[in-house]
């Protein structure tokens, strides 16, 4: 295993990071621990959660796993806060000073620590100060209670302003940024790789196979397997992401490896990644990822696949979706 700095942390993560959104869902109890247990055995040690994932259940499975292997101080723990936990309490979300209180303690109890390596917001709150959002989780790190602090989906504008602000008061500032990046939405190249870099900020990218779409199970003709979680999400598998997919295959072939391992592998090697996020359901999917580690690319290979998937492009919908409409939404652009 490859171990990477956070940033311009000192703090050392592995080159791929286990994701447990399926836990408690897709994935059972049992199954979940499974596979913590072989992703640690593989040497993987950024094991990334959130509170909202199962509404707490797969934070709660991540805990349950840990204390049985007595294997917590071994690794780099991290989730996330900000999405809505009670649908009753308009306080139970967000990035208020409030809300991050509650949302760290129940966190806490749910994993069975007494502190959360990597503590991040999940999503852009755009209603709160960043001074009170700010100020409430340099607290929570004098306490001892958080190391590290992230965010995901933000735009760079924003990461921007966040880090002078922690800078100006001497607060703790954002250590890592967790956007979505795969070869059908490359649109994280345009500027914020350039501005994490710019930061010292480790990039954590989820979807690395388009939930599946890279894994080349979809067809052209709009067929969506029984199963698939496309029966839930919308807007990103269209034609032209399938055949972008289709195109890639070949490469994929040539290297002996399939293309959910050979889009992995392209993500791990981009200039200011630091470990995307491979989230199975089943131990045989680890495994699978796990050889993206010993895939190679040389030059000719990236003018391959950027003649397929030139940089900054996209035919599906991740990045703008989570981000940019979330922007145009906060000042009333609809449609």
């Not at 994929?252 to 989230?279: D, Y």
Request: glycine share 8%; proline share 4%.
């Amino acid at each position: 295993m490859e171990y990477r700095g956070l940033g311009r942390r000192g703090l050392k993560v592995s080159a791929l990071s286990l994701g447990c959104m399926a836990f408690g869902g897709r994935a059972d109890e049992k199954e979940s621990c499974r596979i913590i247990d072989a992703a640690l055995d593989a040497g993987i040690n950024l094991i990334d959660t959130a509170n909202v994932y199962g509404r707490g259940a797969s934070e709660e499975i991540t805990g349950r796993a840990l204390k049985a292997n007595g294997r917590r101080d071994d690794i780099v723990l991290a989730t996330k806060f900000c999405g809505h936990m009670k649908e009753q309490d308009v306080n139970a979300q967000g990035a208020s000073r409030y809300s991050i209180m509650q949302a760290c303690e129940a966190s806490l109890r749910r994993l069975q620590t007494d502190h959360i390596d990597l503590y991040q917001i999940h999503v852009m709150d755009l209603e709160t100060p960043l001074e009170e959002t700010f100020s409430a989780l340099d607290a929570l790190v004098r306490q001892g209670k958080v190391r590290y602090i992230g965010c995901s989906k933000w735009a760079p504008a924003l990461i921007a302003e966040a880090n002078a602000l922690c800078d100006r008061y001497g607060w703790e500032a954002l250590a890592s940024e967790q956007p979505p990046y795969n070869l059908l939405d490359r649109r994280i190249e345009d500027e914020l790789i350039w501005t994490c870099m710019r930061h010292g900020m480790a990039i954590i990218p989820w979807a690395p196979i388009a939930s599946g779409i890279l894994s080349g199970k979809y067809s052209a003709e709009g067929v969506i397997p029984e199963g698939s979680r496309f029966k839930e999400i919308s807007g990103r598998c269209n034609r032209e992401a399938v055949e972008r997919a289709d195109a890639l295959k070949p490469l994929a072939e040539a290297k002996g490896v399939t293309l959910a391992e050979f889009s992995l592998a392209w993500i791990m090697r981009q200039p200011g990644i630091t470990s995307p996020i491979t989230g199975p359901r089943t131990v045989e999917q680890l495994q699978s990822s796990l050889k993206a580690l010993d895939v190679e690319f040389t030059e000719e290979d990236h003018e391959r696949i950027n003649a397929i998937a030139p940089p900054g492009s996209h035919v599906s919908n991740y990045w703008d979706g989570n981000v940019y409409a979330r922007l145009r939404h906060a000042v009333g652009i609809t449609g």
